[in-house]
């Protein structure tokens, strides 16, 4: 029987199917933060059950972490007590913990694939809904709430009944200055936010075959914003040569056999999918965001479009917008490069080269937010530091920051930010905070404008 990349992976870690019922289906790494892990511990501990496999389980510290002095006592004591709970529970349970100051620690969408800890083939859950992310190598990663991150401890196992498959294959060539976001928050504007859900979607086509991994990872992430269970893009050599020779990646004799299997793990020819859609590439432009889901997307030079309901209406009035307004030459006082969409080293470089040599505008504040301290390093190494610097970039420490209001970055009420993250729900970034998803380098255009701008002309 012809299978897809999803049925391989998902058909190898079924250990037993119950009739009529779910599945008992295998996890092979386990990622954990210090929000969604403590009721989990605390679940375990009171009815003396052991953490059944501590080795198959990752831990950093990243949502609630400040970004600025890392190096003192964190003063916000709601994040204090996560962290300090956190690194309690690892060192009881022997389990790796990546915390503030470590030289691997970062957001734990960033940190496991830098790491060689993703790889093809595997099937990844953390308490947190982009572990999407890790599709991009292949793998079947995917979010779980806290009793699933429980049920894992103890058993390594969930319960679960298979997705249906969805593929989206685009072709074609990109314009200049359309990034993996654009492609990404073109498709959910086309398909909404719902199109997703009770499926696990696959990518493909010549403009995913084409794009970096830092750029397959951006897209899988967002697969969780138009209800996915997870994305994935079938490994390649541009997959292996990633990964080679990363601190925890297999090495030597073993990694050519590891590559071995990673090369069949493609969807077969005439393999079926329950549903499918087809994009072209030359239709695609640079994209923002300008209402409350990640699905309210337009192109940079459209105008918002005029839907008659009650939800459409709020969520415009929520943004202080109006249909049939553009955004071009909308005045922005904050820009946010970060989060596990965009905070990888590409994001950082593609805003170093537009930026260099030009300054921030005065009315903005712009944070530039590293999603690990790997990627700081290379910051620094490549002296993209001074290039952010000398343009009046501030650069910060590695963390979820600005994505969510759940640590010191927040933004205003009231104000708009022109960010990198995933979502734009009310509230999202601050209450009262008005979110526009963008990428990179229209996030960097901005914040050297002090308002938003068709990147697609000045690129032309």
Request: proline share 4%; aromatic share 8%.
């Amino acid at each position: 029987m012809k299978k897809t990349l999803f049925d391989k992976v998902w058909d190898a870690h079924v250990v037993e199917s119950i009739e009529n019922g779910p599945q008992v289906f295998y996890i092979d790494k386990h990622l954990i933060h210090e929000v969604t892990s403590p009721q989990a511990f605390n679940e375990l501990e009171k009815r003396g059950i052991p953490i059944l496999r501590p080795k198959q389980i990752v831990a950093t510290a990243d949502h609630n972490t400040p970004t600025i002095e890392q190096h003192l006592p964190i003063k916000d004591e709601l994040s204090k007590k996560q962290l300090e709970q956190l690194s309690i529970n690892c060192k009881k349970n022997n389990i790796t913990l990546y915390e503030l100051g470590h030289k691997y620690n970062g957001i734990i969408h960033v940190i496991a694939p830098e790491l060689g800890i993703t790889q093809p083939g595997m099937t990844m859950v953390c308490g947190d809904s982009h572990t999407s992310t890790h599709g991009a190598f292949g793998a079947i990663a995917f979010g779980i709430g806290t009793s699933q991150v429980a049920q894992v401890f103890a058993s390594q196992y969930l319960l679960l009944t298979k997705p249906k498959k969805l593929r989206i294959t685009v072709n074609g060539k990109l314009k200049a200055g359309v990034l993996s976001k654009d492609v990404i928050l073109y498709i959910i504007s086309k398909l909404g936010t719902n199109s997703g859900t009770g499926y696990f979607c696959e990518y493909a086509g010549t403009v995913f075959e084409n794009m970096s991994m830092e750029g397959r990872m951006t897209v899988c992430n967002m697969s969780i914003e138009m209800g996915a269970r997870g994305g994935m893009i079938a490994p390649d050599e541009k997959t292996f040569e990633y990964i080679k020779g990363r601190e925890f990646a297999p090495q030597g004799k073993e990694f050519d056999q590891k590559v071995a299997y990673w090369k069949t793990l493609v969807t077969d020819e005439d393999a079926l999918f329950d549903k499918e859609h087809y994009f072209d590439a030359a239709d695609i432009e640079p994209m923002i965001t300008y209402g409350t889901n990640p699905g309210m997307g337009i192109k940079i030079s459209d105008y918002i479009p005029d839907i008659q309901n009650n939800s459409f209406k709020k969520s415009l009035n929520y943004m202080n917008l109006k249909a049939g307004e553009s955004l071009i030459n909308k005045p922005i006082n904050y820009v946010f490069i970060g989060s596990c969409t965009n905070s990888r080293i590409e994001d950082f470089r593609v805003a170093a080269d537009y930026v260099k040599g030009k300054q921030k505008a005065d009315n903005v504040i712009a944070w530039l937010v590293p999603g690990s301290k790997k990627v700081e390093s290379q910051i620094y190494e490549e002296g993209l530091n001074t290039i952010f610097e000398n343009a009046g970039f501030t650069l910060r420490q590695p963390g979820c920051s600005a994505c969510l209001a759940m640590n010191d970055d927040k933004i205003p009420q009231n104000e708009y930010c022109v960010s990198t993250s995933n979502r734009n729900f009310e509230g999202r970034q601050g209450q009262g905070a008005r979110t526009i998803l963008a990428s990179p380098l229209v996030a960097a255009a901005t914040a050297v404008a002090g308002r938003i701008v068709d990147i697609s002309k000045s690129l032309n």
